[in-house]
């Protein structure tokens, strides 16, 4: 460490701990350097860097003061909120997706993998078939849909020692779909659920949808969502469910811890909370790290345990699972009666793909693939993304959460990038009061160091420099 970045972690500390606080004035360049016996040159250094984050601002001839409204400042206690947001991430994603040249937006998987053209194949056959002699009588797969592909899902898909019972399970068009159906099953308009923070968009927007309120509950790596917090919440509102994304959790990677786990089981039982468990990239996770689902540690029917095909297979073929626990009925109805099936041919032939003896060789390549990935990504991102972003290792996953200084907006980057031809996804869209916007989500699932990528990473690093720099212009000197 430089001695000017020991400075900034003397001044970074006292704003942590409360000894500085918004709009006290920072002592004297004379003053610290003595302290720290450290030169006034590390202090001014230090200071001027402080400054470009947007953590102090510099006033002439008096020094320097703590900014209000930073990170350090006091948070409130998150309340519930109703979400306005309308399609801004359908708007925002959308339109990134069909311009980008090099993706590193949308949460896509890569699609190269053998074991994918192994399925395509399988779904081949069964539309030649279909073809030759048409099947007269084939109608709705109704819910809870292909008892084959039940199976399969309660055999293969590693749920994290969760013994699955085909019975309990229900066939929807993705985890989107089996999120929307836990949450309509045990919510009316108006309820409180409590997510962490940052979420998916994608579950944001279900919840303003359904006309819910949110309690945005902050979540940080390497643990995840803050118990403590929410059990203060919980004593506080009526919270209808915690909806979580527990394993490679999508932004931040990181894979929650199993006592935290327990702990949260016994929170709901307290509170007789229902949890909804995203489990959507947790079969990424190496079989050796797999850590308990929330789903095998719940003897009451509580946890609602939802997950797709679309992380390890195809996000394309909208096949996902939901296990709801004593909410069965309920949301098997209301399957039935949003879309009365997924698809029969696309279950069957999945079905059909996860019987072979390749699925169990086809999941252990994607695990050691994204795991390879990220080594690669990461360095790349550290040569070429500024000193002033935080990059945030994930545990499990295929996908970076980057901070940048809070005057740095993630929207801005996301226009600037997308007018290259370059997709990221926005921070903004990870929260619900603009608390992420200096925030940015990068994909690495098909990253290869393809110079084509890196010359896009050394577009992103300079087109966050140029912010930096213009957002320093704009501060008072
Ligand atoms: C955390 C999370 N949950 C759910 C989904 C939706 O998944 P699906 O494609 O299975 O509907 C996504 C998609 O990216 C996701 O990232």
Redesign the pocket.
């Known amino acids: 460490m430089k001695i000017y970045e020991k400075v900034i972690h003397h001044i970074e500390h006292q704003l942590r701990s409360g000894s500085l606080q918004a709009y006290d004035l920072l002592p004297s360049v004379r003053n610290l350097s003595q302290t720290l016996n450290v030169s006034k040159n590390s202090v001014i250094r230090a200071y001027l860097a402080l400054e470009q984050t947007g953590t102090i601002l510099a006033h002439p001839r008096k020094g320097f003061s703590v900014k209000p409204d930073t990170e350090y400042d006091q948070p409130q206690p998150p309340s519930p909120q109703k979400i306005i947001r309308g399609a801004t991430s359908l708007d925002i994603i959308g339109s990134a997706q069909r311009q980008a040249d090099v993706v590193f937006g949308?949460?896509n998987p890569d699609t190269r993998f053998k074991g994918r053209q192994e399925f395509y194949k399988q779904l081949n056959k069964l539309v030649r078939s279909e073809i030759k002699s048409p099947a007269i009588h084939r109608h709705y797969q109704a819910p809870p849909g292909d008892p084959q592909l039940r199976q399969q899902i309660a055999k293969k898909t590693h749920s994290g020692h969760a013994e699955l019972n085909p019975d309990e399970i229900i066939i929807t068009n993705?985890?989107?779909?089996a999120?929307s159906l836990a949450l309509r099953s045990i919510t009316q308009p108006g309820d409180i659920i409590a997510t962490e923070s940052p979420c998916?968009y994608?579950?944001l927007q279900c919840i303003e949808a359904l006309g819910l309120q949110v309690v945005e509950i902050p979540s940080h790596a390497p643990d995840g969502i803050d118990l403590d917090q929410l059990s203060s919440i919980l004593e506080r509102w009526e919270i209808k469910a915690v909806l979580l994304?527990p394993h490679a959790n999508?932004p931040l990677g990181f894979n929650m811890p199993d006592n935290m786990k327990s702990s949260l089981i016994a929170l709901a039982k307290t509170h007789n909370l229902a949890i909804i468990e995203?489990d959507?990239?947790g079969a990424l996770i190496p079989t050796s790290q797999r850590q308990r689902t929330l789903k095998s540690m719940d003897t009451e029917g509580r946890v609602i345990l939802c997950s797709?095909l679309?992380k390890i297979l195809d996000?394309d073929i909208?096949l996902?699972w939901v296990v709801p626990g004593q909410y069965f009925d309920q949301v098997n109805y209301l399957k039935y009666v949003t879309t009365l099936a997924t698809s029969g041919l696309m279950q069957h032939a999945a079905a059909l793909w996860m019987e072979s003896a390749n699925f169990n060789r086809h999941i252990k390549q994607l695990q050691n693939h994204y795991k390879q990935r990220k080594i690669l990504f990461i360095e790349s991102l550290k040569t070429y993304l500024p000193i002033e972003a935080h990059i945030n290792c994930p545990d499990s996953g295929f996908l970076c959460w980057v901070a940048l200084p809070p005057h740095i907006n993630g929207d801005t980057l996301f226009t600037r990038m997308k007018s290259e031809g370059i997709s990221i996804t926005p921070g903004s869209l990870f929260g619900t009061a603009q608390q992420f916007q200096h925030c940015i989500r990068l994909n690495f699932s098909t990253f290869d160091n393809s110079a084509k990528q890196l010359r896009a990473l050394a577009r992103l690093g300079e087109v966050i420099s140029e912010e930096i720099n213009l957002q320093a212009q704009k501060s008072p000197a």
Request: no cysteine.
């Open positions: 949308s949460a993705g985890a989107q779909e999120i998916f994608g579950i994304n999508n995203d959507v990239f797709s679309s996000s909208r996902g």
